[in-house]
């Protein structure tokens, strides 16, 4: 089985903000800890497509997807580097009727990316299970799609209550991917997330990083880690450690009931110790654990 990770655990944050390592060190490091595939950020897309097939040539890696809201240049970019998937890495919805707005959204992109041979999928974190009319978030949104699939998230399902094999059964032949992140508590949706329709303007962080200085974009990249580590998983456990509430192998029989392999992509934003020894060992612990 091959495993992949996301250039986020590789200075996601600094990438975002023009700093951090480059693309082609980034793919270097995960060759050198034992992954096979990669997943993108938009901003990896700022490098030029046949250097970035260079690169993968010249590591050895494949690209299975990019975590970026779907549109048609994204989509070409992924076709041509043999990419799987787009996946939208969130979006705001409260509701079940919110929900199908999202649906019918996702398979309107869907059907643009038809032609390129790329599917849409959508990534889900805790808040997606919060319960609507009966159901959690995320199943409305399933439930209204017939062409978008999921990359279920298996530390944020868990963390928000909802157990990951289950899931993935209930959904076969949804599912594309997993995020392999641990957890080892489980708390809930939170509060109802905001709408898609809210008034409040949000602004990015990253909308005019080109116009901010070195000092500047630091200032930020620090303020965002210190609100990670307050807030998020910190730190993820070690995969498979007795504290772990999560079944990697039952997920793996899930996901072994469809008709199709999901790719597997591990992201941490927590660390129980340093960067490249926590990523050294998922990796080699699914290798070992994982048939």
């Known amino acids: 089985m091959k495993i992949g990770i996301g250039t986020y655990s590789f200075g996601g944050l600094e990438s975002y903000l023009g700093l951090g390592p480059t693309l082609l060190e980034k793919f270097q490091k995960i060759k050198a800890l034992g992954y096979d595939t990669v997943e993108l950020l938009p901003a990896d897309l700022d490098n030029d497509i046949e ?13 299975t997807s990019i975590h970026a809201e779907p549109s048609e240049e994204i989509v070409k970019k992924m076709a041509a580097l043999g990419a799987k998937a787009v996946i939208w890495a969130g979006t705001p919805f409260n509701s079940k ?14 059907e643009m990316a038809e032609p390129y041979g790329i599917k849409i999928g959508y990534h889900n ?7 609507d009319e009966g159901k959690t978030l995320m ?14 998230d298996c530390g944020w399902a868990q963390f928000g209550g909802m157990y990951p094999p ?3 059964r209930k959904y076969r032949n949804r599912v594309i991917a997993i995020h392999v992140k641990e957890n080892d508590r489980v708390v809930g949706p939170g509060e109802r997330p905001a709408s898609r329709h809210d008034s409040t303007p ?15 974009r630091k200032a930020i990249l620090e303020k965002m880690q210190t609100r990670s580590r307050n807030e998020r998983f910190a730190p993820q456990c070690r995969i498979g450690a007795p504290e772990s509430n999560i079944d990697w192998k039952e997920i793996r ?30 990796c ?7 048939e």
């Not at 009727?97 to 869907?110: C, F, G, N, R, T």
């Not at 080699?284 to 994982?290: G, P, S, T």
């Open 51 to 63: 250097d970035i097939k260079a690169w993968l040539k010249e590591t050895g890696l494949e690209v």
């Open 97 to 110: 009727a919110e929900a199908i707005e999202v649906a019918q959204l996702l398979d309107s992109m869907a």
């Open 125 to 131: 974190h805790n808040r997606e299970f919060f319960f």
């Open 139 to 152: 199943e409305h949104l399933l439930d209204n799609s017939s062409k978008c699939y999921l990359q279920l």
């Open 166 to 168: 289950n899931f993935i």
């Open 202 to 216: 949000r602004k990015s962080p990253f909308g005019n990083v080109k116009e901010l200085s070195l000092e500047e």
């Open 253 to 282: 029989k899930a996901l072994n009931e469809q008709d199709f392999e999901a790719f597997w992509v591990v992201e941490r934003e927590g660390f129980y110790d340093e960067h490249d020894v926590c990523l050294a060992d998922d």
């Open 284 to 290: 080699r612990w699914l290798h070992e654990n994982i």
